[in-house]
């Protein structure tokens, strides 16, 4: 291979690796290994395409231990450049019949859970902020891991 097909190669592999994905994804950990209420994980994401639709996942990882076959959550919303909150609850199964629904290794379980049946389409471009609590009746809840927000752009 020649020094000039080496340097094609590399600048197309930068060109494509620029690109946009279409997918936002964070997580954020749980000190101590448990959520309370007080924790509400903050997620930034800047959406520029407002022609796209999204799918909306949560991302839940806790240990074989978490005493619950659901976790409730409050995930509030707010629009770029405005002060209005929007907020939603939801009931997030993870277990049926005693068997986690998410992938697992040895007593570790994760979950990636879509939020909206339909994709989600973002009305204005910018900075959307979107906070997750939970909404348990248990304070803290243990064996929990992490949280996290995942967008995937729909094609």
Partial sequence: MSFKQLIVIASLLTVVSCTETGLYEKVVFMKGNEWSN??????????????????????????????????????????????????????????VNNRWLGSGMDDIFDHRVLLYKDPVRFIKPGNYTIQINHDMRIEPLNHVFNIGLRLEKVK
């Fill in 38 to 95: 007080a924790e509400s994980p903050e997620f930034n994401v800047e959406i520029t395409d407002t022609s796209a639709n999204y799918l909306v996942y949560f991302l839940f990882r806790h240990a074989d231990a978490y005493a619950y076959n659901n976790v409730w959550i409050r995930l509030s919303s707010k629009l770029p450049g405005d002060s209005d909150v929007r907020s939603e609850r939801f009931d997030i199964p993870l277990a």
